[in-house]
């Protein structure tokens, strides 16, 4: 096999997994920075609710610069929408699924690299609806990232930015979609020999977990996504209630159920990847083998079982039938009992190790702390009797940031500085990497802790002037406090955006295995990889986490490959 | 304060305000032990330190990691799923609890973008249908008047999208969705004015979606309730089929 000769065949169209992946990468970023600057604009308007924001005097032309309530409400479904669906969807899923899922399992190239191509041209085409919604007359969505209708039917979203939303939502599935079925495939296939289920990497795992759950709960947000463009184009009524339809309305509650049936199966969708990265870059880190392996995988399994069994604690407020609500609150504490398991095992792979304090294992480490607080905030949550209060507070936005923006941020961090010099064949600066974790970690704290303490005092969520509420005015100091460690995060990424582009072309070159690790993408391919990954397809003999074994220490190491011979 | 939870002026927001609590102090423990565990693990075995070839895969290891999790998960979560069940089955949710008491207060809510309409029964004890107007009917726009020490029930649904009919000092919340009613009901025990919010994202101008719950003695409230009664019959206007958007009270709504 080899490369396609032309720049366009060879960075454009490509169907090269690695090309794909950065492709994904660098169209992530871009909407990473979008969603990023959405959620400033709300930090702002909660520090200075109604003030005119500075420099956006142009953008905002028609209030000089100031966020009214519709275009407040654009912004928290657009920072929402973005972040899941353009950032963390390609960036975790995309970009590292597509780099790593041949390289650690020993393949040449995804089952179908054409399918791959596809699955990103279409996701481009999703974003670009996306931003053509922003241009749309009466502004684009603003009925929350979730769309519940009416809010988001015809009479309650008139508009074609509404449309717009949907339908690229549904496009974005399609890219997924597309992408769960190649990576399923692949793992399943193509593994290489002696890469049994129990040699994978635990990246690998919570990859192929993921796309499993993609592959089986897209579609019913398409379904969801669907019916809810004909309720708004065609007339039809599926998810239509009250005064604007009469009698022949359908059922809101319906959507509800579609949207977090894949809704809840979605933040392990994001999260599980990030799991199995920290599994595996603690073990690598602390020179140790992962701490009961079988044990975590059986818990991501687990997890994944019962993702789509806990949905309706969404629905606690709405009226469910009390036997339902008592089932859906009895699965979602018993999630808990495999997130433990998790954590227990991360924690004692740490204990008694050799814990090298590198940039990646400190991103790996910050993961497993904001997790830990979004995990265990949760249980509020969970519990029907304490839902009741917490429902639609800031407590929900602080406990789910934590776990699917601050652990998934955190964890991607981890997996592109451990894996950067590998993708680019460059090293980043370590110093510099060292001093954006540390700003980032502890402001992602204070931003999401700010968040649980507003939210423990009754805010509710999505107000353009929390303000006119009596009892919430008292907070506006916690909540500026918050909004200002939310513009010191956004800044301090700078650092990062600097690291990236300058170790890009001028980094340090990187050797084959700078971290003296044994999976097979370090072992048996040099950074980066060529267009065809390995010379020879290597033949796997043991598990990714070999470290500090009598074994290795008779060969005078500390570790040992998957694989022998070159 | 930092922040606080609203003040309780409720007979049975306690049930809701004690488990938020003792939640707080189990997350806080469960965090500590990660927290220790961790900096522990951190100062102690660093670089210097070799590492121990350990798979934690011994029987012994795997039940004693199972071990810990199984006593945290039937303590923490155990305890959190019974409080809930008897504290929502018995008191909050419990709707034979306002339907056993002949001075409970019935009130049916109208969600709309963007305001709260309240509607009581008057002396008649009939809400005015479409189908059945009654001229006595105490409609109150965004200010819910309600007696001390009284069970109060309400039942709310929602004309155009969903809502979210929310009193911080309560602690009560419950999405109103349009095509179904939900119900609440609770029993205010101090005097005065509080907030009703809107919790559900409702379109623009959500976030103004302010209602107050007037909380009365009770003879005054009596006073209040037949002064508004009379003038709502003066007022009435059988035309105005709009205004009566009430529905013949069940105790068990759909």
């Known amino acids: 096999m080899s490369a396609p000769q032309g720049f366009l065949r060879r960075y454009v169209f490509s169907v090269d997994h690695k090309v794909i992946a950065k492709q994904f990468l660098f169209a992530g970023l871009v909407f990473l920075a979008l969603g990023g600057f959405l959620a400033m604009l709300i930090r702002w308007q909660w520090a200075y609710p109604g003030r005119p924001v500075p420099g956006l005097h142009t953008l905002l032309a028609a209030s000089d610069g100031a966020i009214t309530p519709p275009v407040y409400q654009s912004i928290f479904t657009l920072h929402g929408l973005t972040m ?14 597509n780099f790593l899922l041949p390289l650690q399992i020993g393949a040449r190239d995804m089952a179908f690299p054409r399918l791959n191509a596809w699955s990103f041209w279409t996701f481009l085409l999703s974003g670009v609806l996306l931003l053509a919604s922003f241009f749309a007359q009466l502004g684009t969505s603003g009925a929350g990232w979730t769309g519940y209708p009416p809010l988001s039917g015809p009479t309650g979203s008139p508009g074609v930015g509404q449309t717009l939303v949907v339908a690229a939502v549904f496009v974005t599935g399609v890219s997924t979609i597309m992408g769960g079925i190649n990576y399923v495939t692949t793992v399943i296939r193509l593994r290489a020999p002696g890469m049994t289920w129990f040699r994978l990497p635990v990246t690998v795992w919570g990859l192929f977990l993921t796309s499993v759950l993609n592959v089986l709960f897209v579609p019913v947000l398409g379904s969801a996504a669907l019916l809810l463009l004909l309720d708004r184009l065609f007339g039809t009524a599926f998810f239509a209630a009250g005064a604007a339809v009469g009698p022949r309305g359908g059922d809101p509650i319906l959507y509800q159920h579609l949207f977090w049936i894949f809704g809840h199966p979605e933040v392990y969708i994001l999260i599980l990847p990030v799991w199995g990265v920290v599994s595996d870059l603690l073990s690598f880190f602390g020179r140790k083998p992962a701490y009961w392996y079988r044990g975590t995988v059986y818990a991501l399994i687990a997890v994944t079982v019962l993702s789509a069994l806990v949905y309706g604690h969404h629905m606690y407020q709405v009226g469910l039938h009390p036997l339902l609500g008592k089932a859906f609150m009895f699965f979602t504490v018993l999630i808990s009992f495999p997130g433990m398991v998790l954590v227990m095992n991360w924690l004692s792979t740490l204990w008694r190790g050799s814990n090298r304090f590198t940039p990646p294992m400190l991103f790996a480490l910050g993961t497993v702390f904001v997790f830990g607080v979004g995990g265990v905030t949760g249980l509020s949550l969970a519990g029907l009797l304490t839902d009741i209060y917490l429902h639609d507070t800031l ?11 601050a652990a998934v941020f955190l964890g991607s961090m981890a997996a592109l500085h451990f894996w950067f010099p590998k993708m680019f064949g460059r090293e980043l600066n370590s110093r510099l990497a060292t001093v954006h974790f540390g700003f980032t970690f502890v402001l992602l704290c204070l931003v999401f802790f700010g968040q649980l303490l507003a939210g423990w005092s009754g805010q509710q969520r999505r107000l353009a002037d929390p303000y006119q509420y009596d009892f919430i005015k008292p907070l506006l100091p916690l909540n500026k406090a918050t909004s200002h460690a939310a513009f010191l995060l956004a800044a301090s990424q700078l650092l990062f955006v600097w690291n990236f582009f300058h170790s890009l072309f ?5 050797e084959a295995n700078p971290w003296n690790v044994g999976t097979l993408e370090w072992t048996h391919a040099p950074s980066p990889p060529p267009h065809h990954n390995f010379d020879t397809i290597p033949t796997v003999v043991r598990g990714p986490h070999e470290f500090s074994t009598d074994e290795a220490k008779a060969r005078g190491t500390d570790w040992l490959p998957q694989a022998e011979g070159p | ?14 049930l809701i305000s004690d488990a938020l609590r003792r939640g707080l102090v189990e997350q806080a423990v469960l965090l500590g032990v990660l927290v220790v565990w ?3 693990a951190l100062v102690r075995f660093r670089a210097s330190h070799a590492a121990r070839a350990d798979r934690g895969d011994s029987p012994r290891q795997v039940l004693t990691t199972l071990g810990v999790v199984a006593v945290i998960f039937l303590v923490v979560d155990g305890s959190l799923v019974t409080d809930a069940i008897s504290a929502t089955e018995g008191t909050l949710w419990n709707f034979a609890v306002p339907a056993a008491d002949p001075d409970t207060v019935r009130v049916e809510v109208n969600a709309h973008q963007w305001a709260w309409d309240f509607r009581l029964a008057g002396p008649d004890g009939a809400f005015s249908t479409r189908d059945a107007p009654s001229d006595d009917d105490v409609l109150a726009w965004n200010e819910l008047v309600v007696p001390v020490d009284t069970p109060v029930h309400l039942q709310l649904t929602s004309t155009d999208v969903v809502h979210g009919f929310y009193v911080p000092n309560l602690l009560l919340k419950t999405d109103v969705v349009p095509g179904t009613v939900r119900q609440l009901w609770f029993r205010a025990t101090q005097l005065g004015t509080f907030e009703i919010g809107c919790a559900q994202h409702c379109g623009v101008n959500h976030y103004k979606m302010r209602g107050e719950l007037k909380v009365l003695p009770k003879a005054e409230y009596q006073a209040w309730l ?16 709009g205004a009566r958007w009430g529905w013949a009270w069940k105790e068990r709504p759909r």
């Open chain 2, 226 to 241: 037949r002064e508004a009664s009379k003038v709502a019959r003066l007022g009435a206007d059988r035309e105005d089929v």
């Open chain 2, 1 to 14: 304060m930092l922040a606080a939870l609203p003040r309780d002026i409720s007979a049975d927001g306690h």
């Open chain 1, 84 to 97: 899941i669906f353009w950032a963390i969807t390609p960036v975790l899923i995309g970009a590292f699924g």
């Open chain 1, 506 to 510: 001028r980094g340090k070159k990187a």
């Open chain 2, 38 to 40: 961790l900096v522990l």
């Open chain 1, 395 to 405: 407590w929900v936005v602080g406990h789910f940031h934590l776990t699917m923006a």
